[in-house]
């Protein structure tokens, strides 16, 4: 079977892994890196063995598919670009900046039939995939998504650069639809909001309460899962959960009545089982875990939430000034 040819654009410090992981699978042709910044991508096409470019577009006629890894601001147009030719795209996160421009990369990826996949690498982390079959119904949800200021994440607030992660694994976990989102946060140490809580109200009862900083001393990536049967504490860094309930078998006691069990996981590299799966579906042609839908379906919840947080503090500034 041919190996399957592949690009990255935009090797920053992100898309450097992406060209790393490209150049581990032995199906895969890494044909070229691409970076407005030469020196870049001289660095990384030298390190993994492959060709760099200046312009995305001479990898047009060379490869057939790509990841891309550059600004949010213009995820759309590159995207785009490659669509109009036919080669299946991995996006990374956020999918784009606005809904309009999301409904028609996905549009044009059903015309094109390309496969369009988008990178929430968290579906892939061994705990979220180890929850299979064990989830049931969610009645509450709370993550914390926490890290320390970054200069490289400073052209974004924090709800599109960290807590729309744990917007999209809620979305998949809770099979309704949105009632109410209710939202606070805060610019600290730059223009964007870098501190924001939303709690997110669904139809069938189930309430999520999302929280991410990037102002914390530590990284903290943890979500809790309250159903009728168990509850579930997952760590993302440590790949570590523990389950909860009031089953004892197999279970030590935690107290009268409630039993827990720390949960046997084989412990993975997320990003790489997620360009495994691009290129799985690439040669089968069937649908991404993380589809084009699906990283719209979160971003429309991020920008409510963002929306809603600009519009409480205005409400703040124009009740302080009438109060003054």
């Known amino acids: 079977m041919r190996k399957l040819r592949v690009g990255v654009i935009g090797v920053g410090y992100f898309g450097q892994f992406h060209?790393?992981?490209?150049?581990?699978?032995?199906?895969?042709?890494?044909?070229?890196?691409?970076?407005?910044?030469p020196s870049r991508s001289r660095q990384i096409a030298r390190r993994f063995n492959t060709e760099d470019y200046r312009n995305y577009e001479d990898l047009y006629d060379k490869v057939d598919a790509v990841s891309i890894a550059v600004p949010t601001?213009?995820?759309?147009?590159?995207?785009?670009?490659?669509?109009?030719?036919?080669?299946?795209?991995?996006?990374?996160?956020p999918i784009t900046t606005t809904l309009r421009q999301a409904d028609e990369l996905i549009a044009m990826a059903e015309e094109?039939?390309?496969?369009?996949?988008?990178?929430?690498?968290?579906?892939?982390?061994?705990?979220?995939?180890?929850?299979?079959?064990?989830?049931?119904?969610?009645?509450?949800?709370?993550?914390?998504?926490?890290?320390?200021?970054?200069?490289?994440?400073?052209?974004?607030?924090?709800?599109?650069?960290?807590?729309?992660?744990?917007?999209?694994?809620?979305?998949s976990m809770v099979n309704s639809s949105i009632q109410s989102i209710q939202a606070a946060g805060a610019s600290i140490v730059s223009p964007y909001l870098d501190i924001a809580n939303a709690r997110i109200e669904f139809k069938n009862g189930c309430i999520a309460n999302v929280t991410a900083s990037r102002v914390s001393r530590e990284k903290v990536r943890k979500i809790r899962i309250f159903q009728s049967t168990a509850y579930f504490s997952i760590d993302y860094v440590s790949q570590k959960m523990s389950v909860l309930s009031g089953d004892g078998e197999g279970r030590a006691p935690l107290s009268p009545g409630v039993f827990a069990e720390d949960i046997e996981i084989a412990k993975n590299d997320p990003l790489e089982l997620e360009i495994k799966s691009f290129v799985e579906r690439v040669?089968?042609?069937?649908?991404?875990?993380?589809?084009?839908?699906?990283?719209?379906?979160?971003?429309?919840?991020?920008?409510?939430?963002?929306?809603?947080?600009?519009r409480n503090i205005e409400k703040r500034k124009k009740l302080g000034g009438s109060m003054g």
Do not use: W
């Open 19 to 37: 060209v790393e992981k490209y150049h581990r699978l032995p199906e895969v042709e890494l044909v070229g890196v691409a970076d407005i910044n």
């Open 73 to 93: 601001l213009i995820h759309y147009q590159v995207t785009k670009n490659f669509f109009q030719r036919g080669i299946d795209v991995l996006l990374e996160k």
């Open 112 to 171: 094109r039939q390309c496969v369009f996949q988008v990178g929430h690498q968290e579906r892939f982390n061994a705990v979220i995939m180890a929850l299979e079959g064990s989830l049931v119904d969610p009645l509450f949800i709370e993550s914390h998504r926490l890290s320390p200021f970054l200069q490289r994440a400073a052209g974004v607030d924090v709800v599109l650069d960290l807590m729309i992660h744990d917007i999209q694994v809620i979305l």
């Open 283 to 310: 040669r089968d042609r069937k649908r991404p875990l993380v589809s084009g839908l699906d990283g719209k379906n979160a971003l429309e919840v991020a920008l409510i939430i963002t929306d809603q947080i600009h």
